[in-house]
């Protein structure tokens, strides 16, 4: 919590909120190793059995948590009830299905440039229900930082070859999981207004379970493990460590960070997440790292510790 000092322009948070800006960069960094486990998983598994299963696992790892904090369930309203709903069925399950669909239907280009309009959801819906100001000069770095994600994505290549790519469904599933994704940073922030970062990040696994246990049974998909005791075993090591890395420490991490830091300023912060695979691309799956990704790192980096700067220089005055 920043403390307070009184000065002539009124009360002035004095305590840097830098940190906070970088436990979401940290949270969402972590989201870029969830390809380490999940290509074992795939290999037994659909996408939304293992989905499942993680949420089974971080259920059991919240459902504690939350009854130590189950007072604060006394204070929730319809508004807050909406805003778990857009964060749990919204950003966790309804993006990702969108997403999936739409790089399944349509152009792989147009799918991930659309994808990278998040950021301005996110910033455009905070502005409307945080009532967010965007401090001077910040229309810049936002166009920095996007454009070094474009540069980790797609290098120097155009990314579609005519207007045609833009149009059709797909495009709209993008589109749809990148506000869907830009809303919960924004509901996310709403709900640390009122409640810890420890109950919005139990809310976020346990309220998914319900809508997750229903996709997986339309589905219709068998349960099956192949491979014997070893495979299983590897599974069962790789979905415990898919679930507490990239799905639990990521979000505690995250929704911590969240809690003094403003949505628009964290959904810049998320960009940490696509340079997390290329790493991991490079280190772990020996893909090359271009010249084109090196610029985007830098630009990505740049961006991410002016905002920062911003960020530990906002004040609050009462």
Do not use: C
Request: glycine share 10%; charged share 10%; proline share 4%.
């Amino acid at each position: 919590m920043s403390h307070v000092t009184a000065s002539s322009s009124g009360i002035r948070t004095t305590a840097p909120l830098r940190s906070g800006f970088w436990l979401v960069v940290l949270g969402a960094a972590l989201w870029g190793v969830d390809p380490l486990f999940r290509i074992i998983l795939l290999k037994s598994l659909t996408s939304s059995q293992i989905v499942l299963l993680e949420h089974v696992v971080l259920f059991v790892a919240a459902a504690p948590v939350l009854w130590r904090h189950r007072a604060e369930l006394k204070g929730i309203g319809l508004r807050q009830i909406g805003a778990l709903l857009v964060v749990s069925w919204g950003g966790s399950a309804a993006a990702t299905i969108l997403f999936t669909m739409a790089l399944g239907s349509g152009d792989l280009n147009a799918v991930l440039l659309l994808q990278k309009l998040q950021p301005l959801f996110a910033i455009g819906l905070a502005a409307v229900l945080l009532k967010e100001r965007l401090p001077k000069n910040f229309g810049p770095l936002i166009a920095v930082a996007l454009a070094g994600t474009y540069l980790l994505t797609f290098g120097w290549t155009f990314p579609f070859g005519h207007v045609n790519s833009f149009i059709g469904v797909s495009s709209l599933m993008a589109l749809g999981a990148a506000a869907l994704w830009g809303g919960s940073t924004v509901m996310g922030r709403y709900l640390l207004g009122s409640m810890k970062y420890e109950t919005v990040t139990s809310l976020r696994f346990i309220m998914a379970l319900p809508l997750l246990f229903v996709i997986t049974a339309l589905e219709g998909a068998p349960w099956q493990m192949t491979g014997g005791f070893g495979a299983s075993a590897a599974v069962a090591i790789n979905l415990l460590l898919q679930a507490l890395l990239p799905g639990l420490l990521s979000m505690l991490l995250y929704y911590k960070g969240l809690s003094t830091t403003k949505a628009s300023f964290a959904t810049l912060a998320e960009l940490s997440f696509p340079m997390t695979g290329v790493v991991i691309n490079w280190i772990v799956f020996n893909q090359l790292v271009t010249i084109p990704q090196i610029i985007g790192f830098a630009l990505i980096w740049t961006s991410l510790f002016f905002i920062s700067s911003r960020q530990s220089r906002q004040s609050v005055v009462q």
